[in-house]
Every structure is written in C-alpha cells, then in structure tokens.
C-alpha cells in the first residue's frame, strides 16, 4: 500500500506540473496569443470548434482530472485549486446563454489575476 507522504509528494508534483504549464499557457493566451484557449472538447457547446480544441489546454485538464482525483483519495478538498479552476474557466467560455461573456483573453487576464491572488495570499506556499 502507498503511504499518504508518497501520495502528497505525488500530489505537490502533479501541482507543480500544472501550475509550471499553465501559467505560460495563459500567459500566452492573455496577450492576445490563443483565442481558443479554453476550448476542449468537455466543456465545448460549439459544433464548429468540434476539431479546433486546444491540445495543450486538453493535456491541462486531463491532468488536473488526476489531480482532483487524489485529492478526493486524500479527502482534501479541491475548491479553489488549479485543477479547478481551470475546468471552471473552461465551462466559463463555453456558456451559450451569456452573449455577453468575456472573450478568452478576458478570461485568461482574470485566471491569471486569481492566480496571483491565490499564491500571494494566506496559506501560500513558498517556494
């Protein structure tokens, strides 16, 4: 049986993989770089993105998938994680009902300020 200190450093890893792939990622789409950045096949209403989903963001979320998983084995919560979020952000840009939504960029300039906040503020970890 793996004990629970080997699947917490497996957890801090997956975490810090995320986090080292993601921001970038975001980084890029921010700037104007990726207007489909949040569009994977899960969370996609559109038929014509059908073929046009982000690989990256799709390889992000398949990890995050694995990171709430341990997490749940763990029995530590997920709300407000990466794993989340990024999920949420990902059904964020695919709502029909909201005409007016934010654009990608808009959504990746606010991910990326949440994330900030997250990493500055109580509990953060330090690294």
């Not at 997920?78 to 029909?96: F, M, P, V």
Request: one cysteine or more.
């Amino acid at each position: 049986m793996v004990s629970r200190a080997k699947l917490y450093s497996q957890l801090d890893g997956m975490e810090d993989d995320l986090q080292s792939r993601l921001v970038p990622h975001l980084e890029q789409a921010a700037s104007g770089g990726n207007d489909l950045v949040f569009c994977v096949a899960d969370f996609n209403p559109f038929p014509e993105l059908k073929l046009r989903t982000d690989t990256k963001t799709e390889e992000l979320i398949q990890l995050g998938r694995q990171i709430l998983a341990l997490r749940e084995k763990l029995e530590e919560p997920s709300d407000g994680t990466l794993a989340e979020r990024i999920c949420w952000y990902c059904r964020k840009w695919g709502e029909t009902q909201d005409s007016h939504g934010k654009t990608a960029q808009g959504l990746a300039v606010d991910f990326l300020e949440e994330f900030t906040k997250l990493r500055s503020g109580p509990g953060a970890r330090s690294e």
